[in-house]
């Protein structure tokens, strides 16, 4: 499936597409039988958890929406809805849409949804961490050696390679994988 175009109706008040009102009015108008029970924004993923309702059991699958605003052309807001028995490559989806899930039927799906859970559980480690916590990561055959951090102007942690000057984001972090150094020892464990 493509993408699909169209005219935005919902916006913020400093005029950019409310991403999130624009998909859950699709799942609530376009998609006929199924309920919304529950949905949230990822960056530009949107991530919901449907209820089918014409049917006995009433199972409750989850649905990813890539979503794209371009504003230089007629139709301004984009979309493509990916289901999760299509295996999404987008694995960012929270607990508390997966936790609303029914038991799943096939193995993509129990496949996406472990991804997510690792996802949010690695992304939790790294927060848990407490400032001045350091890990390394491995990026292109090249070690960098991180540092829990608050930047002057910035009120929430980044992770910095000070040696270098280089920012890392979490979700780079979570895909190249890090260890943890322990401070009262030279030894370093696997997060």
Known sequence: MGWTGTRAVYYYKNGTVNRKKECDEYLNTCLDGYELMRSTMRGT?????????????????GVV???RVDNSEGLNFFYK???ENMGPAETKC???????????ESDITRDWRKTCREYNQQKRVLAGFHMGTQ???I???????????????HSTPQWICWPERTKFRVDDIIR???EKHRLDTSEITSA
């Open 65 to 67: 929406i890539l979503t």
């Open 176 to 178: 190249l994988g890090f």
């Open 81 to 83: 809805v990916i289901t």
């Open 139 to 153: 990026c292109s055959e090249k070690k960098y050696l991180l540092t829990k951090s608050v930047l002057r102007g």
């Open 94 to 104: 929270p607990d508390s849409i997966l936790d609303l899930l029914t038991e799943p």
């Open 135 to 137: 890990i390394t990561v």
């Open 45 to 61: 993923t949107y991530y919901a958890a449907i209820r089918k309702i014409k049917e006995e059991k009433q199972p409750v699958t």
